[in-house]
């Protein structure tokens, strides 16, 4: 879609642009922060990836392994090796499986980016320091896509995910430019899925296991078909050349190739979750946390609670007082806060068929009114993250305890964030299925040293 208000044509080609400076920047050339920022983001969907495996598993890991094929990168959660491409997309949508994973910068592309590093560094035997660059060179890339869009986001959303794997694969598989540019212009004519907002994804509540109303595709196909891509120019094959430069009509040239301190992006808007929720709730989820600590709050005394959240939050997938299954209930709003009001440590413990059946979270759920806070819409859809606001209410005792926390009060998010020991609770706990805490806490440990890491194949071995 035009802008009346786009910039004059660039000089020149964006594709190439964004080629060389994928294939060019030295590990050096990135700052520690953005490094240290991607590492954590590599430790946090390591450990959700366990938990989608548990619940939602077992039909996609038995169809990757009929489908086979060379042994390059493992399965979590399964332990089977099986081609870079589908070990990559199998992983992130078990990841992308749980609502639990990162979702800045406006894309949910944390589970794409980590698996495909992950896998391609495995097929490669790349060293813990390339798996990292890649990492988090696909993130500023990602960040440099959805800032320079001009269309009206998400409701056009054209499927950028392909790109930012090939531009990931091509560097660990040691691309020049030349070869870069050709891969992400592949990549980039892999038809996309296109998301248009309304009709029945937004007006009931109907839930795809692939990628729930984000308009991205699901991780499973986009991490496969950039994989795919790379792998196709690696071997000789002949791209169009330039393609993304056929499309700057939808973003802003300048932006695209010229964001001041482009790497400020990838800490500056990166946002991880400490609970199992939509990312822009979590500002209220983060105010009844705190209500309950500061006050003592027993969740068997509340006789009601209120939120005020951006107009997101009156989707019917997002305003479920009543989740009948592991699916409905890691989308609830309010399942999501009854879970905090008991203080229950979010992970696969909050979604278990016990659980889902327990009375006084129902009962809890079912109380939980939810309310538009006309100023946390106009925060959510002119993308001010960090401006978002969540109001909470508890009754409890005649007594109605209130308070109010923006994004940026919330943790996970630039400034404010999770603190190390509960990143080290929400891999354990997430996990916990699969891995021992012994063998957890050597993974957690591993991960954070990656960059010590000569080949990334005895990180696999943790796995």
């Known amino acids: ?17 964004l080629a060389k400076e994928f294939a060019s920047t030295r590990f050096e050339d990135i700052p520690v922060a953005s490094l240290a920022a991607v590492r954590r983001l590599i430790i946090d969907h390591v450990g959700i990836t366990y938990m989608g495996a548990a619940f939602t598993g077992q039909a996609i ?32 949508q078990l990841c992308r499986n749980t609502d639990f994973e990162e979702t800045g910068p406006g894309t949910h592309v944390g589970p794409l980016i ?9 097929r490669v035997g790349a060293s813990g320091r390339d798996v990292l660059a890649a990492a988090t060179l696909g993130y500023m890339l990602a960040a440099r896509f959805h800032f320079a869009r001009l269309n009206d986001w998400p409701r056009t959303s054209i499927v950028h995910h392909k790109t930012f794997a090939a531009a990931i694969a091509g560097r ?22 296109i998301h248009i907002g309304g009709g029945a994804a937004f007006s009931e509540k109907r839930i795809d ?17 950039g994989i795919q891509a790379a792998a196709m120019i690696g071997h000789g094959f002949e791209s169009v050349p330039d393609e993304i430069d056929q499309y700057l009509d939808e973003y802003d040239a300048e932006v695209l190739m010229g964001m001041p301190a482009p790497f400020a992006r990838v800490e500056g808007e990166m946002e991880l979750k400490p609970w199992i929720c939509s990312r822009h709730s979590q500002c ?5 946390d705190n209500l309950v600590k500061a006050h003592s709050i027993d969740a068997q005394s509340v006789s009601g609670i209120r939120l005020g959240l951006s107009n997101m939050y009156q989707k019917p997938w997002l305003n479920d007082p009543s989740p009948q299954n592991y699916w409905e209930a890691i989308y609830s709003t309010q399942w999501a806060t009854a879970m905090i009001l008991q203080q229950i440590p979010a992970g696969p413990q909050w979604v278990t068929p016990d659980r889902l059946g327990d009375p006084l979270s129902r009962r809890l759920a079912a109380m939980i009114e939810i309310t538009e806070d006309p100023e946390a819409s106009r925060a959510y859809w ?8 969540g109001t909470a209410e508890i009754d409890i005792g005649g007594e109605t305890h209130r308070t109010t926390c923006t994004m940026r009060e919330t943790y996970g998010s630039p400034g404010m964030d999770m603190p190390e020991d509960m990143v080290t609770e929400k891999f354990r706990e997430t996990a916990a299925g699969t891995l021992s805490t012994e063998q957890a806490d050597r993974l957690l440990a591993a991960l954070r040293d990656l960059e010590s890491i000569a080949d990334i194949r005895d990180l696999a071995g943790l796995f």
């Open 1 to 17: 879609m035009a802008s009346s208000n786009r910039p004059a044509e660039p000089t020149q080609s964006a594709t190439q642009f």
């Open 61 to 92: 890991l038995a169809y990757a392994k009929e489908l086979g094929g060379r042994e390059e990168a493992v399965l979590l959660g399964d332990g089977a090796k099986l081609p870079a491409e589908l070990a990559a997309g199998v992983n992130a």
């Open 114 to 122: 980590v698996h495909t590093a992950l896998a391609v560094g495995q």
């Open 172 to 193: 660990l598989m040691g691309f020049d430019a030349a070869a870069m540019a050709r891969a992400i212009s592949l990549a980039w004519e892999i038809p996309p899925r």
């Open 209 to 225: 296991p692939l990628a729930l109303s984000s308009g991205l595709g699901a991780p499973l196909f986009g991490a496969r078909n």
């Open 284 to 288: 209220g989820m983060q105010g009844v």
């Open 382 to 389: 002119e993308l001010d993250w960090l401006a978002i606001r």
